[in-house]
Nanobody, 116 residues
Framework: QVQLVESGGGLVQPGGSLKLSCVAS????????MGWYRQAPGKQRELVAV???????NYADSVKGRFTIARDNAKNTVYLQMNSLKPEDTAVYYCNLKNRFFQNYWGQGTQVTVSS
C-alpha cells in the first residue's frame, strides 16, 4: 500500500501565498509522476500540476506563472508553491502519485480557501 500525506493548506487572502507538501510512503514501485489535483464544490477534479520523474512538468493554464511544482525524489516528496492566489483557486487539493504501472494513488486532500 502507498500512503500520501498532504499538509500546508489553509485560509489566505487574495494575492497571498501557500505551500503544499505531500510525502509518499509504503510500498512504492518506481514513481512515474507526482502531482496535484484540485476539486472545487460542484466541479470535477482537475489537474493543477504534475512532475514526472523524467523531469517534465505540466501545469493547468489557470495556474501557469503563479504555481510551481517541485520534487525531492530522495524524500518521495512533492511540493506546490502557490503565489498570487485568487478566490477561484479555492478547492480541496489532492496529491497524486502514479507508479510505473500507471496505478494511481491519492492523498486525503487539504483545503485551500482564498478569501478576504
Amino acid at each position: 500500500q502507498v500512503q500520501l500525506v498532504e499538509s500546508g493548506g489553509g485560509l489566505v487572502q487574495p494575492g497571498g501565498s501557500l505551500k503544499l507538501s505531500c510525502v509518499a510512503s509504503g510500498s512504492i514501485s518506481s514513481i512515474y509522476s507526482m502531482g496535484w489535483y484540485r476539486q472545487a464544490p460542484g466541479k470535477q477534479r482537475e489537474l493543477v500540476a504534475v512532475s514526472t520523474t523524467g523531469g517534465n512538468t505540466n501545469y493547468a493554464d489557470s495556474v501557469k506563472g503563479r504555481f510551481t511544482i517541485a520534487r525531492d525524489n530522495a524524500k518521495n516528496t512533492v511540493y506546490l508553491q502557490m503565489n498570487s492566489l485568487k478566490p477561484e483557486d479555492t478547492a480541496v487539493y489532492y496529491c497524486n502519485l502514479k507508479n510505473r504501472f500507471f496505478q494511481n494513488y491519492w492523498g486525503q486532500g487539504t483545503q485551500v480557501t482564498v478569501s478576504s
